[in-house]
């Protein structure tokens, strides 16, 4: 059996990018120093929580130039942007009961946009990632949605299945150049039960088999710590705050890795995506980083 070459080995890694909460757009990005994210800065939004959770983080635009990566992963585009000074919107000092944010949906179709921050010892960088929400095979209380993010030439595509429910992640695929790699999750990972409430935990542990005998094995656990009132585009959503520890083993005939998470998600249930995503990642080979995560459109282009 030959060894896993490196860009096969930092794609399983990229796996563990789909496995959070943000089963039907986002998830954060537990990156090396070979896969950071292409990114854009995005304008700043300002976020008001309640039930006692303060998660606020803020991106603003600090750069004259920007790489966008394309939906299809194969390029990216490089365009100029005016200098403009960082600013923080810090929540104010009270703030007032965000309502029930609603019932879960199904993502609309189409593409939207993150601004992402992302740290590691090597230091800070900023940009913008495009995701792609399609329609998959849908019937008998099941619809599906595809949902495609391109990463440096990488793309990471994943099946998502909304029922009344729960919000499970079926698949998981990526490629890298003519390379690609399936993970079919056995059992399916729970990603949330649906109706979410204040107080509402879960766990979900799976696993798969895939290139050259390699074995993901995934656990997390999973809270709705509180409800928030948060501005996106000028426009306030209410939106679940969900805390998540994430584990994510990956096993080869070569060698062990280990990628462990703590994330804060901003899930908004009437356009079922999440908003706003924190994470806080630590690699048994790589070490810490950190990333943060904002929509920047509401309504999918």
Not at 187 to 210: E, F, I, K, M, N
Request: aromatic share 4%; glycine share 8%; with cysteine.
């Amino acid at each position: 059996m030959p060894e896993i070459s490196p860009q096969l080995r930092r794609g399983l890694v990229a796996l563990a990018a789909v496995l959070l909460f943000a089963g039907a757009v986002g998830a954060a990005m537990l990156a090396n120093n070979d896969d950071k994210p292409d990114i854009v800065a995005g304008p700043g939004a300002s976020t008001t929580l309640v039930d006692g959770v303060d998660t606020t983080s803020v991106l603003t635009p600090d750069g004259s130039s920007a790489t966008t990566v394309a939906p299809s992963g194969r390029g990216t585009v490089t365009t100029s942007k005016p200098k403009t000074p960082v600013t923080t919107a810090a929540p104010p000092a009270t703030a007032p009961a965000s309502a029930d944010p609603g019932p879960a949906k199904p993502t609309p179709l189409g593409q939207y946009r993150y601004a992402m921050t992302y740290t590691d010892s090597e230091g800070t960088k900023k940009g913008e990632q495009v995701v792609n929400v399609e329609s998959g095979p849908s019937g008998g209380g099941v619809t599906r949605r595809v949902v495609t993010r391109p990463v440096e030439g990488r793309t990471t595509k994943s099946t998502d299945a909304w029922s009344s429910d729960s919000l499970k992640q079926e698949r998981v695929e990526i490629t890298i150049g003519a390379q690609s790699i399936e993970c079919d999750w056995q059992p399916d990972v729970l990603l949330a039960p649906l109706p979410l409430s204040t107080g509402a935990v879960w766990t979900a542990d799976s696993s798969c088999t895939v290139a050259n005998g390699a074995k993901l094995e995934l656990h997390h656990d999973s809270k709705v710590t509180g409800r928030a009132a948060t501005t996106v585009g000028g426009q306030q959503v209410n939106v679940w705050v969900i805390e998540t520890k994430l584990r994510l083993k990956i096993a080869t005939p070569f060698g062990n890795e280990t990628e462990e998470s703590d994330v804060i998600t901003h899930f908004d249930p009437t356009r079922g995506i999440d908003v706003f995503e924190s994470a806080k990642n630590r690699s048994s080979s790589r070490g810490e980083s950190t990333l943060d995560r904002r929509l920047l459109n509401l309504n999918p282009t």
